[in-house]
């Protein structure tokens, strides 16, 4: 697909419900592209047109789901909207090995580092929290400007071979620009982005795709949230030591008294 195609893609992904509905012009609005890149978007997958493809969809989507949510005020809309989007994200985890090989990649780079910017950057955040637990250097990379190539450099100096990036919407254009220095560098990058369509998919060594929810006025993660978290248990089967070191963890904490019980 040309970029302007990978962007219609994506948008339909994204409005998936709605994307049978709309007409070329509102898809286009949405997409941020022209009406007749839809037009060529529709061709160039196999139909006689725009609305050809429209009807495709209106006949392979559900007209409504188990348990409906026709009575569902915007606030449950959302949720049941973040419910399908973990049950695709616990589809696609039927094969595992694609986060198998990621937890590989990420517990064999020291360091690690994390990247996650704008919108991601909780994602990045919460990652890097519990990986330090049990990998023995995850350096956060949450900020951007002139001195992210620097940290990246840095990383790279001290002995790392993967990154790992949490990429959601709306993508800054710095963290493709790291992410293609990053591999410059060497480094194999590993990206758990929104979609496998999310701009940062061409500059990804190994993606994991993990879909937002668009329902609310500012996007939910839960699925991209838990994908972390599944990474983090993939890496902890990679680490040997990984028990030991929250072994030792829980035995400092409690002689601080670090919790309240």
Do not use: W
């Not at 997958?45 to 409906?68: I, N, Q, S």
């Not at 668009?214 to 949230?225: I, N, R, S, V």
């Not at 030991?244 to 035995?251: K, S, V």
């Amino acid at each position: 697909m040309t970029p302007t195609q990978r962007r219609i893609a994506h948008c339909m992904v994204r409005r998936a419900a709605d994307a049978p509905f709309l007409s070329s012009v509102e898809l286009a609005e949405l997409a941020g592209v022209s009406q007749p890149s839809v037009t060529r978007f529709a061709v160039a997958l196999g139909f006689d047109g725009y609305p050809a493809l429209r009807r495709h969809l209106r006949e392979v989507a559900p007209t409504d789901k188990p348990g409906g949510t026709g009575s569902y005020n915007e606030y449950q809309q959302a949720v049941q909207a973040e419910i399908d989007n973990l049950r695709q994200l616990a589809a696609a985890l039927a094969d595992p090995s694609p986060v198998s090989e990621a937890g590989r990649l990420l517990a064999a780079s020291r360091p690690l580092p994390v990247l996650g910017l704008r919108a991601a950057t909780a994602q990045a955040a919460g990652f890097s929290y519990f990986a330090r637990k049990v990998h023995p250097d995850v350096r956060l990379l949450d900020e951007g400007g002139t001195m992210l190539a620097d940290r990246i450099d840095a990383a790279v100096r001290a002995g790392a071979s993967a990154l790992l990036c949490f990429a959601l919407p709306r993508h800054p254009r710095e963290v493709v620009d790291a992410l293609d220095y990053a591999r410059t560098a060497g480094l194999t990058v590993v990206t758990v982005a929104d979609s496998a369509f999310a701009p940062v998919a061409h500059h990804t060594d190994l993606l994991l795709p993990a879909p937002v929810g668009t329902g609310l006025a500012f996007d939910t993660a839960c699925a991209p949230m838990l994908l972390g978290r599944v990474l983090l248990e993939a890496m902890c089967d990679a680490l040997p030591d990984a028990q030991a070191r929250l072994e030792q963890f829980d035995a400092g904490a409690a002689a601080r008294g670090l919790f309240v019980e």
